[in-house]
């Protein structure tokens, strides 16, 4: 029998696609650019398996024309980039990979918000460029001042494994901590970490630190629009390292020029990659990061045998362990049989 033809639109360790071969036919998109979508549509005709990235854009059609593809193995947390719906009812098993990268994207938040709150970049191009030593003073009492996070008010939008990471080192700064999920977490992780289950309306009020971590789905899309951004402190600062589309970029772009916030980290944007003349690169407030939150080796490495666990476990008919549309078995059971 051959082996079910595997595609994988971004290049892997190696490791994980030799481990891969043992079981599939395997072709790897070997660009640095991701895969056109006239290049998805006619590879997704010819695979009965593929490892996604979030940019790779995966509509109805082309599932539909995708007549022997049966899993679909992300490479990411995030899954808005597929329609789920329209695999489901197509049998077509969609995985993820979560909690693997958990600790990188909250170490990343905190990197933000110590970056922002303390104009780590905006000091380092004062050095880099010459401005200090234009400005022939070593030190000055009121030269490059930031904002104090020890003590101050955390605010967690969305409090999932990210969520509470971020809160768990929250606590060395003896923060008080908010949150607001869609479902309140149980009483003893609220006295674990010390957080306090808010309204989103209360929590950007009081919050110093806004730092949002929810999935992009229809309910949170622009869900931090101009009218919550006018409830946040002209003090505080927001961080985004969940999606772009979380977050109103026009309406964050006016935030920042009307001075109702003090400043911005984003590792996220609507636009991906963010063009160099975009509106936000303007600000000296605002830390710009090429979405890097699950970058470091250990975690993408992490992420990737996770992709082959889901893939050799469906190879085997087994269900695979972070299943996104657990309903598909319904449809068809796991396997390529």
Same mark, same amino acid.
């Given at each position: 029998m051959a082996k079910p033809k595997l595609w994988i639109t971004r290049e892997l360790f190696s490791e994980v696609i030799e481990r891969l071969k043992k079981y599939y036919d395997v072709e790897v998109w070997d660009r640095y650019t991701p895969p056109p979508p006239e290049v998805i549509r006619k590879k997704f005709k010819e695979i009965?398996?593929?490892? =996604?990235?979030? $940019?790779? @854009?995966?509509?109805?059609? +082309?599932l539909e024309e995708a007549k022997n593809l049966r899993i679909i193995a992300q490479y990411a947390v995030g899954y808005d980039n597929i329609d789920i719906e329209c695999a489901t009812k197509l049998g077509i098993y969609v995985t993820n990979t979560p909690g693997v990268l958990t600790e990188a994207v909250a170490d990343l938040t905190w990197a933000l918000i110590l970056g922002v709150a303390r104009r780590v970049v905006e000091a380092d191009t004062f050095v880099r460029w010459g401005e200090w030593w234009r400005k022939s003073t070593g030190w000055h009492p009121k030269m490059m001042l930031g904002i104090e996070i020890y003590g101050k008010t955390l605010g967690i939008v969305g409090f999932g494994r990210i969520g509470k990471a971020v809160a768990r080192r929250a606590k060395g700064f003896s923060m008080k901590i908010l949150y607001y999920d869609i479902v309140r977490a149980p009483p003893e992780v609220e006295k674990e970490l010390g957080a306090k289950f808010v309204d989103l309306e209360t929590l950007? @009020?009081?919050?110093?630190? &806004? =730092? &949002?971590? $929810?999935?992009?789905?229809?309910? =949170?899309?622009?869900?931090i629009n101009e009218s919550k951004l006018k409830l946040m402190k002209p003090t505080a600062i927001l961080i985004n390292t969940a999606r772009g589309a979380v977050v109103d970029t026009k309406a964050l772009v006016k935030a920042l020029e009307e001075g109702w +916030?003090?400043?911005?980290g984003l590792d996220v944007f609507e636009q991906e990659p963010l063009p160099p003349n975009h509106p936000l690169t303007r600000f000296k407030n605002v830390i710009l990061v090429p979405h890097i939150g699950s970058a470091t080796y250990e975690t993408r490495l992490k992420m990737?045998?996770?992709?082959?666990d889901n893939l050799i476990a469906f190879y085997e008919g087994k269900v695979p362990p972070t299943l996104v549309n657990k309903d598909v078995v319904k449809v068809r059971p796991p396997g390529f049989k």
């Open positions: 009965d398996a593929a490892s =996604t990235l979030l $940019t790779d @854009k995966i509509t109805c059609d +082309i950007l @009020k009081e919050s110093d630190v &806004v =730092t &949002v971590h $929810t999935p992009l789905t229809k309910e =949170t899309y622009h869900l +916030i003090a400043g911005a990737a045998q996770l992709v082959a």
